[in-house]
C-alpha cells in the first residue's frame, strides 16, 4: 500500500508541475495530447488499485453492514443467518433483489476451486472494487471532456487518496451502491455529446433509489430542474423532445420498480413496496423512527468529512464562492448556459450536505452518495485556483509570484493531504482490524493442526455483538449466539432454517417473534453462555474503572476460557483524538499522552473441566 501512495506521489507532482507552470492538461512526454489528461484505462487502475486497497483491508465500521446485508447474503447462500427487524414480513423495509445480487456474485466463488465463506466475503468485496472502479472512470471521463481534462485528473486524485473512498468503495452498504449509481447518474446528465441522455440519467439515479437508498434519489432533482429550465425557454420542438426524454426515464422508473416489486414478492409471499415501506418509516414513523438509534449535533458531517477528505472538504465548500468570484472577476468568460451547468455540476453535494446536517440522527455512512460530487467540487476549486496562479501577467500580484514558488506551495499542500489520509487510512485499519482475523484458526485445515470446534457450534458475543463480522468467518455450519451484556436495544434474531413445501428460503417470509421497529429488548435473543463453546471478548488494561455486571473480564477467567487467538485493538476510550483520527507511530520521544493505547480483541474456548469422580 505504501509503494502505491508513493508512485500516487510521483505522479501527483508530475502533473501539478504542468498545470501549475502552464495550465496546460498533462499528457505524457512524446505522445500525442489526450482529451482526458491521461487515459481512461490508466484511470481505471488507479481507481481499482485504491479500491482493492479497500476490498482486502478495510474493517466493517457499521455493525448494519453485517447484520442487514452480510448476513441475509449468508442465509441466501448458506441456509442459515442472523435476521433484523428489517427483514421481518412484519415490516418489509429492506430489498432482497440488493441482497440476491452480491449473493450471486458469492456464489460464483464457490464454483472455483479452494472456496470457503471467507473467500466468498472477499470475493463480494473485489466485485464491488471492480464495479466501484468503473462508475469512477465513467464520471472521469465524462469530467475531463465535458469540463477540463485537468478537472479529471484532480478528481482521480480527489477520490483514490481520500479516506472516506477507503471506507466506501466496498462496503456492502446500500449507501455504497448508491453512491456507484449516481455516479453513473451524474455522468449521464453531464454528458451532452451526441445528445442529451436524461432517460439514462433518471434511471441510474432510480436505481439509486429503488435498489440502494431512496433518499439518494434526490441528489437527480438540478439535473432535472436545469432539464425543466432549458425546456421552458427552447422553442416547441425542443420542448416536446425533454417531455418524451423525462417520460421516458419515468418509464424506466417504474419498470425498475416493478422488478423489484417481483422480486420482494417472492421472497416476503406478500405485497409490499420495500421502497415506499423505507421512506415511511424513516420520515412518517409514528414511534421515532431512525431518531431511536441516536442523534448527533449539527457539526457531525463537517468533522467527518474534514477527517476523511481534509484539504479536499474544505475545496468542495469553496466551489460556489470561487465561482462567484471568478463570474465577478471575468463576467464575459463564460455564458449564461456554460454558467447555469457549473451550478448544476456543483449544486448536489451542497443541498445533500445541508439536508442531512438538519437530520438529527446521523451516520457516516449517509454521506456516501454525495462523494463523487464532494471530489468533483473539490477539483473544480482547485482548476480554479491554479488558473488564478498560472497567470504570468506581471502587473498582478499574482503574476509577481515565481512559477517555481507556487509550484513548491501547491505541491506541499498536496502532499501534506496525501499524507494525512495515509495516516488515516492506516490509523484504522491498524486499530479495528482484529475482527476480520481472530476467526483464522477455526478454518486451519494445515496437516497435523488440530481442528477447533465441531460442526454446529456456537461462537457467542456479548458486550462485542456489533464487531461480529459476519457468519461468513465461521466455518462448519457455526452459528453466532448472544449472551446477556449491558446492552439493552434489540439484537438480531435468526432465520428460520425450516425446510417448507412454499418455497425456498422459508425463512424470509415466515412470521417472526420479539421483533419490533421500537429498538426494545427481546429477551428471546439470548443464550446461556453455559451453552456457548465460543465467547467473543475485548479486554482494556488501560482501564481501572469498575466493569458492569454483565460484562465481566472473560479474557482473565482462565478458569473456564482458554484464548485461541487475541488481536491488538484499539482502545479508544483511553487514546488521545489525534492517535484515534490518525496513525501515530509508538514511538520513546512521542509523549505518552499522543501515543495509542491498546486492548486485545480475542476469540475464548470453553476449558474442559476434570470429571470429578464419586466413590461408591
Known sequence: MATAFQTLQ????????????????????????????????SAFYWFLAAAFVSAWLAPIQDCDETFNYWEPAHYLSHGYGLQTWEYSPDFAIRSWLYIGLHAIVGNVRRLLPQATKVGEFYFVRIGLAFACALCQTILFMVISTTLNSRIGIFFIIATIVSPGNFHASTAFLPSSFAMYMVTLGAAAFMNWRGGLRTTLGMFWFATAGILGWPFAAAL?????????????????NAFIEAFLRVGRGVVSVFGLLFVDFIINLFFYKKIEVVTWNIIKYNIFSSTGGPELYGTEPWTFYFKNLALNFNSWFILALLAFPFFIIQKIISPSSQGVKSGLRTVVFI?????????????????????????PFLALNASISLHMILTALGSSDPKTLIGKIPAKLKLTVVALV????????????????????????????????????????????SVCFGKEWYRFPSSYFLPRDMHAKFVRSEFRGLLPGEFAEAKTGFGFWSGTWMPTNGMNGNNEEDLGKYTDLRLCPFLVDTQYPERTDPLPPNEPDYIADDVNWEIVRCEPFLDAASTHLIARALYVPDISFIPDKFRRKWGRHCLLQRRKQPEVSVEK
Open 10 to 41: 510521483l505522479l501527483q507532482l508530475s502533473q501539478l508541475s504542468q498545470v501549475v507552470r502552464n495550465g496546460s492538461d498533462y499528457s505524457a512526454p512524446g505522445a500525442a495530447p489526450s482529451a482526458y489528461g491521461i487515459q481512461p484505462i
Open 220 to 236: 437527480c432533482a438540478p439535473y432535472i430542474l436545469e432539464e425543466g429550465i432549458l425546456a421552458l425557454f427552447s422553442d416547441k
Open 347 to 371: 449544486s448536489p453535494f451542497y443541498m445533500w450536505l445541508a439536508i442531512f446536517t438538519l437530520q438529527p440522527h446521523k451516520e457516516e455512512r449517509f454521506m456516501y452518495p454525495v462523494y
Open 414 to 457: 498536496m502532499l501534506l493531504s496525501l499524507d494525512i489520509a495515509v495516516l488515516r487510512v492506516y490509523g484504522v485499519y491498524s486499530a479495528y482490524s482484529a475482527p476480520l482475523k481472530i476467526y483464522a484458526p477455526l478454518w486451519d485445515t494445515t496437516e497435523g493442526a488440530q481442528v477447533i470446534g465441531r460442526t454446529e457450534d
